[in-house]
């Protein structure tokens, strides 16, 4: 039997409330487990938690720039489909080693890419041909859990757990901006492709490998307002430039 979840789209949303969102639904105990796909306005560089400000140059080249809960290096937030999922540790999706969730999650994105004609893979051993050294950059620093193609990585996630509960979120390339140069996009197979139109094959994919339903749904009114209170946290210049 597969496991409902909600389903929550923000397209468009300002960078403040985006990751005031996800901790919003990181930190509800009572929280349904919860699908969201999301996008980005104005453009935005999201630094790691444990980033250096001096340490990523395009904080400059930036439409706005947040920094995150979770790990890992910067994205900047254009030509992508930003997904988060946010559950209780005990959900299957996060079972057994932190390493196997992230492989279930890209394995079945690499399904739903598969329809598009990418051939995408997880990374494993060795380096990418996007990796570059210096930049701070996300997709510029391959780890074995990430998914590439054309040698190029492609899509990566961060995660969160704390209080029984796990909030994985990541960027899927639909193209590259200055800031991320060389990386793998799906526009090279599939021109035109928009957020919009990768969300449902995305959701197909969850459903059959993830064993997933979904139930299409918005958030609660007190989910909005704590993802108000939150977000002021994130674009705040002490939080930013904290390390």
Known sequence: MPRTWRLITTWGAPPAFNMGLD???????????????????????????????????GTARAGAVVRRITGGGAIHHVNELTFSFSASADDPLYVGKVADSYCRVHKAIAAALAGLGVEATLLCDGAAASDVAGTGMCFHAGTPQDLVWGGRKGVGSAQRRTGGRVLHHGSIKLGTSPLEGDIATLREAAPGLDAGALAPRLLDAFREHLDLAFEVGVPTPEERERARELGARYVDPSFLRRR
Request: proline share 11%; net charge negative.
């Open 23 to 57: 901790e919003a639904l990181l930190e509800r105990r009572d929280a349904p487990p919860t699908l969201r796909f999301y996008s980005w306005s104005p453009d935005t560089l999201s630094l790691g938690y444990f980033q250096r400000w001096a340490d990523v140059p």
